[in-house]
């Protein structure tokens, strides 16, 4: 599909969401103004064209962005470990080329890890991280990561996205951290059905989550940050490249001008074929 008719197409399906939901307020209505509805029912009709609104938003992301393959995550493969030998999938140690299975997972102690999924996305962990493999998202459960063309899961929160690169952090107190690097992230809960409106959070900006999955105040990142975070532990070091990375010296560029590109995006790290 080339781009003139891909806009058209989003275009015609925008339309079509905001026809469906002016029709959802008439149905609830009756044809009659919203201010005769007596506070209950205005309530209840309001919730529900904010449930369909939000779902439609989130498949709408994904019908606009579509992956680049539309493959499941079933296997993660460490392809890189830095740092020592304390990495490990089941509680058991891992070396490279150890693959991790569905339901299960890779976790470190003082090492740090670059995994490939079979769907080409990849994750890099920090020290003292652990990460589920997930069919749906990759579920960081401890520590810090930096997700590359998956959807990741911390708590009860589900971040939807395509093509993008962003971290995610979950400390020892289960408060959480998303901050987006490159594309754009919509954060939503999982079981909160009546209040399904993602966040959206555009490269540049980050979000606090608290352990019961309460979503904070979208923030934009400070130069001070971002130069923090590349020249971090998820990205010094490593040899092989993550997919996307090639992208991020173009965003820095573009949103942090001012800011010298890190040796780690200037340096033309190898990228590895797909190891499955």
Same mark, same amino acid.
Not at 56 to 80: C, D, Y
Not at 186 to 213: F, H, M, T
Not at 244 to 261: A, R, S, T, W
């Given at each position: 599909?080339?781009?003139?008719?891909? $806009?058209?197409?989003?275009?015609?399906?925008?339309?079509?969401?905001?026809?469906?939901?002016?029709?959802?307020? %008439?149905?609830?209505?009756?044809?009659?103004?919203?201010?005769?509805?007596?506070?209950?029912?205005?309530?209840?009709?309001?919730?529900?064209?904010?449930?369909?609104?939000?779902?439609?938003?989130?498949? !709408?992301?994904?019908?606009?962005?579509?992956? !680049?393959?539309?493959?499941?995550?079933?296997?993660?493969?460490? #392809?890189?470990?830095?740092?020592?030998?304390?990495?490990?999938?089941?509680?058991?140690?891992?070396?490279?080329?150890? #693959? !991790?299975?569905?339901?299960?997972?890779?976790?470190?102690?003082?090492?740090?890890?670059?995994?490939?999924? *079979?769907?080409?996305?990849?994750?890099?962990?920090?020290?003292?991280? !652990? $990460?589920?493999?997930?069919?749906?998202? @990759?579920? %960081?459960?401890?520590?810090?990561?930096? @997700?590359?063309?998956?959807?990741?899961?911390? +708590?009860?929160?589900?971040?939807?996205?395509?093509?993008?690169?962003?971290?995610?952090? @979950?400390?020892?107190?289960?408060?959480?951290?998303?901050?987006? $690097?490159?594309?754009?992230?919509?954060?939503?809960?999982?079981?909160? %059905?009546?209040?399904?409106?993602?966040?959206?959070?555009?490269?540049?900006?980050?979000? *606090?989550?608290?352990?019961? +999955?309460?979503?904070?105040?979208?923030? &934009?990142?400070?130069?001070?940050?971002?130069?923090?975070?590349?020249?971090?532990?998820?990205?010094?070091?490593? &040899?092989?490249?993550?997919? +996307?990375? &090639?992208?991020?010296?173009?965003?820095?560029?573009?949103? =942090?001008?001012?800011?010298?590109?890190?040796?780690?995006?200037?340096?033309?790290?190898?990228?590895?074929? *797909?190891? =499955?």
């Amino acid at each position: 599909m080339n781009d003139k008719l891909r $806009l058209r197409s989003w275009v015609n399906f925008k339309k079509q969401i905001l026809s469906l939901t002016q029709r959802i307020k %008439l149905a609830g209505n009756h044809g009659e103004p919203t201010k005769t509805l007596t506070p209950g029912r205005t309530l209840r009709w309001q919730s529900l064209v904010s449930f369909i609104s939000g779902l439609l938003i989130v498949i !709408a992301l994904g019908w606009h962005n579509p992956p !680049a393959s539309a493959q499941r995550i079933s296997q993660a493969k460490i #392809v890189e470990i830095l740092g020592g030998n304390q990495a490990y999938i089941q509680n058991k140690p891992a070396q490279v080329n150890a #693959v !991790a299975t569905l339901g299960q997972t890779v976790s470190t102690k003082q090492a740090r890890v670059n995994l490939l999924f *079979n769907n080409n996305a990849g994750v890099r962990l920090g020290q003292n991280s !652990a $990460l589920t493999v997930g069919s749906r998202c @990759v579920r %960081l459960r401890s520590g810090r990561s930096v @997700v590359s063309g998956a959807q990741g899961c911390v +708590g009860s929160i589900t971040a939807v996205t395509r093509g993008t690169v962003y971290l995610m952090e @979950v400390d020892e107190n289960e408060q959480a951290q998303v901050k987006v $690097l490159q594309g754009e992230v919509a954060l939503s809960e999982r079981y909160n %059905l009546w209040n399904p409106q993602p966040i959206l959070l555009r490269q540049g900006q980050g979000i *606090n989550i608290s352990p019961e +999955g309460v979503l904070g105040t979208v923030i &934009d990142l400070s130069k001070a940050e971002i130069e923090k975070i590349f020249t971090g532990a998820l990205f010094e070091g490593f &040899d092989i490249e993550i997919p +996307g990375i &090639d992208k991020l010296e173009e965003v820095l560029n573009e949103q =942090f001008p001012q800011i010298e590109i890190p040796d780690v995006l200037r340096d033309n790290l190898p990228s590895i074929p *797909n190891p =499955f």
